[in-house]
Nanobody
Framework: QVQLVESGGGLVQPGGSLRLSCAASGENFNNYALAWFRQAPGKGREFVAAISWRSEHTLYEDFAKGRFTISRDKNTVNLQMYSLKPEDTAVYYC??????????????????WGQGTQVTVSS
């Protein structure tokens, strides 16, 4: 049974850092792109970043560029977040998409989802 489990969320002060991790299990994910999305209260689920199965390609939404780094080690995908802002507060989800590396910004194109981990940025 395919499972994606996020960890690493929590409460952090503005300007702080967090490292999220997502462990995928149940099959070999080396033919999948892995990604992070987030959903803030009252908003839809939005794209954060994605990485190809060989880690040769990455894609970032504008708000994440220069502050967030996505990385991958086999079936684990990480999101290192620096200089966090209150507007980064959201539930962060990891997701897996069967290769090809197109349509990565849209939730409907993903095959599997984790349950999410809460990130709260507040003083």
């Amino acid at each position: 049974q395919v499972q994606l489990v996020e960890s690493g969320g929590g409460l952090v002060q503005p300007g702080g850092s967090l490292r999220l991790s997502c462990a995928a299990s149940g099959e070999n994910f080396n033919n999948y792109a892995l990604a992070w999305f987030r959903q803030a209260p009252g908003k839809g689920r939005e794209f954060v970043a994605a990485i190809s199965w060989r880690s040769e390609h990455t894609l970032y939404e504008d708000f994440a560029k220069g502050r967030f780094t996505i990385s991958r080690d086999k079936n684990t995908v990480n999101l290192q977040m620096y200089s966090l802002k209150p507007e980064d507060t959201a539930v962060y989800y990891c997701a897996a998409k069967i290769e090809d590396f197109y349509g990565l910004r849209h939730t409907i194109n993903y095959d599997y989802w984790g349950q999410g981990t809460q990130v709260t940025v507040s003083s």
